[in-house]
């Protein structure tokens, strides 16, 4: 079973950046689609971006032109590039892999907070 390791959290001033990354136990290749989520408190789990296996992205309306998602196959590593962050950011940030038939692959999240 492929375990996810998040990694590049942290506390940033608003409107700095920090890249998240999604390290993969195998290869990522077994995945169709990798995903990052967050989830601030008091607040249900929003899906933030998506890289399918075919490249194609998707962005909450909230992040797009600020996050990019990107994928290093051979490093087995999925990553966030955030910039221009802002309070509103702040969340535990979670990678997830998905599959054809099979429940997602979940990472154990890690804490991103922007001060104003």
């Known amino acids: 079973q492929v375990r996810l390791v998040e990694s590049g959290g942290g506390l940033v001033q608003a409107g700095g950046s920090l890249r998240l990354s999604c390290v993969a136990s195998?290869?990522?290749?077994?995945?169709?689609?990798m995903s990052w989520y967050r989830q601030a408190p008091g607040k249900l789990r929003e899906l933030v971006a998506t890289l399918s296996s075919s490249n194609t992205t998707y962005y909450v309306d909230s992040v797009k032109g600020r996050f990019t998602i990107s994928s290093d196959n051979a490093k087995n590593t999925v990553y966030l590039q955030m910039n221009t962050l802002k309070p509103d950011d702040t969340a535990v940030y979670f990678c997830a892999g998905s599959r054809v038939g099979v429940s997602d692959y979940w990472g154990r999240g890690t804490q991103v907070t922007v001060s104003s």
């Open positions: 195998g290869s990522i290749l077994v995945f169709h689609r």
